[in-house]
Structure formats: C-alpha cells, structure tokens
C-alpha cells in the first residue's frame, strides 16, 4: 500500500481527512479505513487543504455528515464524491 492521503475512521464515516500538504484536484488518493486497515481510491475533485474533509459518496442538501463515527453537521449545498467539505457546504449543527 502506498503512503495514505486520506484517512477515513470507520465505515459509517462519509468524510475522510485528508492528511497530506498540497493535495490537487485529479489526484487519485489512496484511502484508509483506520478501524480495520482497509484501503480504497478515490479521485479528489478540488485542492483540498491538509486536515481538512473529502466526500466519500455524494451528499444531498440536508443530509447528516460522519466524521470519526460522529454527526458533525448537515449538507448545506449539494457535494459530489470526492469534493472538498467544508463551510462553504457543511454547516454544524451546534448553533
């Protein structure tokens, strides 16, 4: 397996993390699935900063967003597999 650009905690999650500098859209990840050491590709859509999420399936708006096994808001603006998630298109559900 080649070095991680994303890391997903759990099945259940729709986001990973990424955990690389300089990740460009066209880039195929290699993913993980740290809760049992899987790993999958997905293609990144946009130039996503380290720490911040990726799509792993598409998301309507109003849909809930699993992070770490955990609801850490809902889709504000439709987000297609592979796209960067982040204010512009998640909103928390806290306030």
Same mark, same amino acid.
């Given at each position: 397996?080649?070095?991680?650009?994303?890391?997903?905690?759990?099945?259940?999650?729709?986001?990973?993390?990424? +955990?690389?500098?300089?990740?460009?859209?066209?880039?195929?990840?290699?993913?993980?699935?740290?809760?049992?050491?899987?790993?999958?590709?997905?293609?990144?859509?946009?130039? +996503?900063?380290?720490?911040?999420?990726?799509?792993?399936?598409?998301?309507?708006?109003?849909?809930?967003? +699993?992070?770490?096994?955990?609801?850490?808001?809902? +889709?504000?603006?439709?987000?297609?597999?592979?796209?960067?998630?982040?204010?512009?298109?998640?909103?928390?559900?806290?306030?």
């Amino acid at each position: 397996m080649s070095i991680p650009q994303l890391l997903v905690h759990d099945h259940k999650d729709n986001v990973g993390v990424v +955990v690389v500098e300089n990740l460009t859209a066209g880039t195929e990840m290699t993913c993980v699935i740290t809760h049992d050491v899987s790993d999958f590709q997905l293609t990144c859509n946009d130039d +996503v900063p380290i720490g911040h999420k990726v799509a792993l399936q598409d998301l309507d708006v109003g849909a809930t967003i +699993v992070k770490y096994g955990e609801d850490i808001g809902k +889709v504000v603006e439709p987000i297609k597999k592979g796209a960067h998630v982040h204010t512009h298109n998640l909103k928390t559900k806290r306030w």
